[in-house]
């Protein structure tokens, strides 16, 4: 599954740079074979604010109308997928998601495997959809940070 990332024009990365294919770890991420995480971002001490997340998002319970959207004649839609306990139908069809995953000998960026939830949300529960997706997003991220991370001195040039 480890594919050597090429030079994309635009991503903000000298094409001069070797790079980076990840392994596996022989470890499983989020229920799923793992590849080694590509670092994405890389930002100094100086630029980081000491306010960056507020104290009441982390403690913010979200009511059960806020998880879950209504849908007219659909039932309901997760919105929130982080910090929050899967309902047992979903549980299930993650579990079968890592199977299948598994059984094709699918290997997964951490990032990209813990979105399993969102994936299978947006592909309606459709297994070969979520695995083509998450498998075009790793692709993806394999290509774009491949190179390296993004760093917030290119940021910073970029506004000027």
């Not at 499983?28 to 793992?34: I, Q, T």
């Not at 919105?79 to 059984?103: K, V």
Request: aromatic share 4%; charged share 30%.
């Amino acid at each position: 599954m480890a594919a050597a990332a090429s030079s994309s024009p635009g991503c903000g990365h000298s094409g001069s740079r070797r790079a980076i294919v990840p392994s596996r770890t022989g470890e499983n991420r989020n229920g799923f074979l793992a590849l080694e995480e590509l670092e994405s971002i890389r930002i100094g001490r100086d630029n980081i604010s000491p306010w960056s997340i507020p104290k009441e998002a982390l403690l913010h319970e979200p009511a059960e109308d806020q998880v879950f959207q209504s849908m007219k004649g659909a039932g309901h839609e997760r919105r929130i997928h982080a910090n929050r306990e899967l309902r047992p139908e979903e549980q299930r069809a993650l579990r079968e998601l890592q199977d299948e995953a598994r059984e094709r000998d699918l290997a997964f960026l951490p990032s990209v495997s813990v979105q399993a939830t969102r994936w299978l949300v947006h592909a309606q529960g459709c297994q070969s959809k979520v695995l083509e997706g998450m498998l075009r997003t790793n692709a993806w991220r394999l290509e774009y940070f491949g190179k390296g991370p993004i760093k917030d001195s290119q940021a910073t040039r970029s506004r000027r």
